[in-house]
């Protein structure tokens, strides 16, 4: 069984991926047009001349005649494989019914997958263009692309489903990638530094995962403080009022944390980043700072000197120096002195 899997892997095409068995569901992220091409073209090639029935379904940015076109110039010999490629529109396979409907499309591939084993192919490949999904499909097609991706093993058939990126927002890569075995990214990058480029846009979805989870976990938040002040009012005794308030200070602290880590995970601009003077700013915030230490009996000590403006973004650099000095009056005991100089 072992020796009969390794002879029935398929080439891919797809200079990141390995040979493959029947079965196999990859989705591809692209750019543009020619990045499109550039994965497709390959892929069908090497199923073409692997003795299987290619279909490939195009939608915007790619027409058909576009698709074909493309096929002859970089395909030698393309119209010898004539008769073993479908080049059609989207609408005519995906909505054929003016209607996105996941059961009829999943009896279509089986059907073509029949199709083709009957005329002596090995089994079918497929590129399924998406260009044309909206708001209005992407529950149901994600289920279909779910039950596609138990089911696909059972069929001699491997499909590559393509992705724009301007078009996917961080939910929906999260369930594109769900939902296939590979996937992978061809845009303008250089392929050279594929390990750093995946390691930055790692870093940036982590951080609009982490901006999205905070927003999801402070309506409750605010939903659960809502109620205790309401509670508070209706029931004032003195106990209960000791609970409320504790509630409400533990409900503000998380609001607090989740403030700073998401001041972390947002995008940033230039916008704010203004050319300031570092001895005004602390001297703006010294009287804080320094009333705050007085409550716990320390001191603090500000020494400026003679220094040049500097590009910084007010409100951050602000919230760095309370940081700092809070830490540092926090890690001393009672009497210390806190030094601040530039």
């Not at 195009?58 to 096929?71: D, W």
């Not at 491997?158 to 078009?167: A, D, E, F, R």
């Not at 004032?236 to 609970?243: D, P, T, V």
Request: aromatic letters at 10%.
């Amino acid at each position: 069984m072992l020796i009969k899997a390794v002879n029935s892997l398929r080439k891919t095409g797809i200079r990141f991926i390995d040979d493959v068995p029947w079965g196999t569901h990859i989705c591809g992220f692209y750019e543009t047009k020619n990045d499109l091409i550039d994965i497709s073209i390959p892929f069908f090639q090497a199923g073409l001349e692997n003795k299987e029935f290619c279909l490939w379904i195009v939608s915007e940015p790619l027409t058909p005649l576009e698709a074909t076109r493309s096929l002859e110039k970089n395909i030698p010999a393309f119209r010898t494989y004539a008769s073993q490629m479908e080049v059609i529109a989207s609408s005519d396979w995906y909505l054929a019914d003016n209607c996105f409907q996941g059961d009829k499309v999943r009896q279509k591939w089986v059907d073509k997958v029949k199709f083709a084993l009957s005329k002596g192919y090995e089994g079918i490949r497929v590129c399924g263009a998406t260009s044309w999904l909206n708001r209005r499909y992407w529950k149901t097609f994600m289920e279909y692309e779910s039950v596609i991706e138990k089911e696909i093993g059972a069929l001699k058939m491997i499909t590559l489903c393509p992705y724009q990126l301007s078009k996917c927002g961080i939910h929906n890569l999260l369930d594109i990638v769900s939902n296939h075995q590979f996937a992978f990214v061809n845009c303008k990058y250089d392929w050279g530094n594929k390990n750093e480029i995946a390691r930055l846009n790692c870093i940036d979805l982590i951080g609009k995962m982490a901006a999205t989870v905070v927003h999801e976990i402070r309506n409750p938040i605010t939903s659960v403080k809502g109620f205790v002040q309401f509670m508070q009012h209706k029931n004032s005794s003195a106990i209960n009022n000791q609970y409320f308030n504790l509630i409400i200070e533990e409900l503000d602290s998380a609001n607090r944390i989740l403030t700073e880590f998401l001041s972390l995970a947002r995008n940033r601009d230039n916008d704010n980043v203004q050319k300031n003077n570092l001895n005004a700013i602390l001297s703006t915030l010294f009287p804080l700072i320094q009333a705050s230490a007085k409550k716990e009996g320390k001191d603090i000590v500000l020494k400026t000197g003679d220094i040049e403006d500097i590009l910084v973004d007010l409100q951050d650099i602000r919230q760095v120096v309370l940081n700092l000095s809070r830490n540092g009056l926090e890690s001393m005991a009672e009497g210390g002195v806190l030094e601040i100089r530039t």
